[in-house]
């Protein structure tokens, strides 16, 4: 029995908070950049959720590293995480459907668990995994069939976001072999206080300003990511990452997708047709099966969302 009797209602809320918000963060995104420059969009959202998540960390006595080698940790996963992957989500989702952006991500298990088995650290892949590797890169190649209304910009975003799955993929891999020294909000704070200093001087340079408007929907989808995106649901994860087992943590990454299909369906009239329907339900079978077999699953630190 845990000594906090109050324990499993925290995880239970832990969970709700990681399911949902994650699960939301494809829909606000895509309202967000229907409004808003893609690239300024994204690095004003981690600009001010990264001083948010300093001045808790700095709160709670977390201090800014000195060791070099720390920074050059925190620059490559910022790069990786939140400039390369949450960067190329954010862009593709001016394209493609929140329900599909979701469901194309969620291939980050898919890769975990193939980069999870290279180099001298890694683990061997079950006969379970490999299937469930197969079927999941199969049910994204279903998921890429063009459509009626294909578009080569639509599959751009299609291809950018995959890319951003093994970007992400990538870098949680490095994060969980570097083990670094600075706790973990400090590190979460300073990750996104440069990759939103490196995504707004994008925006600037691609000449974004001019682009920017102060509309209800677009500040509304901003302060969301915020707050909820970036700070509630790290926060919500970062705890769960101590108290339960990565399998079970490693679960949000087919709920989430099953959330934002459903509210892009709800909010924004998403829909899906018989062939995406099917790559759906494919993707997410692999996912289930490399997320169940692993028996040290390797998750990601934070949302791509």
């Known amino acids: 029995m845990h000594p906090d009797p109050g324990w499993r209602w925290k995880v239970i809320v832990a969970f709700a908070a990681v399911y949902l918000i994650w699960g939301s963060t494809y829909l606000a995104i895509r309202v967000g950049v229907q409004e808003l420059p893609a ?3 994204a690095g004003v959202r ?11 960390a700095a709160w ?10 720390e920074w050059k ?3 490559v996963t910022a790069l990786l995480l939140f ?8 862009w593709g989702e001016q394209w493609v459907p929140s329900n599909q952006a979701a469901l194309i991500v969620a291939t980050t298990a898919l890769w975990l668990a193939w980069f999870g088995a290279l180099g001298h650290d890694g683990h061997k892949l079950s006969a379970r995994t490999v299937a469930g590797l197969a079927l999941g ?5 279903v998921l890429l069939l063009p459509g009626k209304d294909f578009v080569f910009d639509h599959l751009a975003a299609q291809l950018a976001l995959l890319a951003a799955a093994l970007s992400w993929a990538v870098g949680s891999i490095y994060l969980k072999r570097a083990k670094p ?5 400090m590190s979460a704070a300073l990750q996104s206080l440069i990759a939103g200093a490196v995504l707004c001087t994008i925006g600037v340079i691609d000449g974004e300003i001019p682009r920017w408007t102060w509309t209800e929907d677009g ?3 901003l302060a969301y990511l915020i707050v909820f995106g970036s700070c509630f649901g790290y926060a919500a994860y970062a705890w769960l990452l101590h108290e339960v087992n990565p399998a079970m943590l490693g679960t949000y990454a087919y709920v989430n997708p099953a959330i934002a299909v459903v509210l892009g369906w709800w909010w924004l009239d998403e829909r899906l047709d018989a062939v995406q329907l099917g790559g759906m339900i494919v993707i997410l079978a692999g996912v289930v099966l490399v997320t169940t077999s692993r028996p040290k699953a390797v998750v990601p630190p934070a949302q791509r969302g």
């Open 181 to 185: 020294a600075t706790p973990p909000f």
């Open 46 to 56: 981690f600009v001010f959720a990264g001083l948010l998540l300093w001045a808790y």
């Open 83 to 90: 400039v390369s992957a949450n960067g190329l989500v954010v």
């Open 39 to 41: 690239a300024l969009f």
């Open 219 to 221: 500040m509304m989808s």
């Open 73 to 75: 940790f925190l620059i």
């Open 60 to 69: 709670r006595g977390q201090r800014i590293p000195r060791a070099i080698i």
């Open 137 to 141: 890169f199969l049910g994204v190649a």
